[in-house]
């Protein structure tokens, strides 16, 4: 069975920085991508960032110099480094892995930024 693990989430005040790790358990095949979404109050699930088993990563626009992402494949995680946090940066993060057919989620991890 498959299961992704998010941590790192909390409140932080503009300007600060906040890391996410997503553990990766099970045995998943042909990977195509492990990634970040996001999904504020009222709004759509939308791509924050994501990255393909060769290193090739992708990033919205709303988060590029910013963020980070990266995996580390011994342990089967994929982290992302936030810098720099915005108020419009608030949301519950999703961590996700595409692979094939399947598309698997986490459980979300709210990150809050306020003063």
Do not use: H
Not at 6 to 31: T, Y
Not at 79 to 98: H, I, R
């Amino acid at each position: 069975q498959v299961q992704l693990v998010e941590s790192g989430g909390g409140l932080v005040q503009p300007g600060g920085s906040l890391r996410l790790s997503c553990a990766v358990s099970g045995r998943i095949f042909s990977i195509y991508a492990m990634g970040w979404y996001r999904q504020a109050p009222g709004k759509q699930r939308d791509l924050v960032a994501r990255i393909t088993p060769g290193g090739t990563t992708d990033y919205a626009d709303s988060v590029k110099g910013r963020f980070t992402i990266s995996r580390d494949n011994a342990k089967n995680t994929v982290n992302l480094q936030m810098n720099n946090l915005k108020p419009e940066d608030t949301a519950v993060y999703y961590c996700n892995v595409l692979a094939g057919p399947n598309n698997y989620w986490g459980q979300g991890t709210q990150v809050t930024v306020s003063s």
